[in-house]
């Protein structure tokens, strides 16, 4: 297995959270399970924009509830209108 197959083969985590504390103990502690792949987004806006600029959709995605711009429920509605489906198994 080659080092891009093996990259690959980990999971990535988009974190979308406006509190730059709670963004780096989410680092922090999937750090300490093992991921590498961590993707931070600022807001429900940001967030759509990462996940647009994304190859591949994210393995997890955790996302605040109260954020600015776009709250964690107006992100989540935008998903549904969107049909996303997160990682195609």
Not at 73 to 88: C, D, P, Q
Request: charged fraction near 25%.
């Amino acid at each position: 297995m080659t080092t891009t197959q093996i990259q690959d083969a980990q999971p990535t985590v988009l974190v979308v959270d406006d509190d730059e504390y709670s963004q780096d103990l989410a680092r922090l502690t999937l750090g300490k399970l093992g991921f590498t792949r961590i993707q931070v987004a600022q807001d429900g806006k940001d967030g759509l924009r990462a996940l647009d600029a994304l190859a591949q959709a994210p393995d997890f995605l955790i996302c605040d509830i109260f954020m600015p711009n776009k709250d964690g429920i107006e992100f989540m509605a935008e998903l549904a209108k969107r049909s996303y489906r997160g990682v195609s198994c």
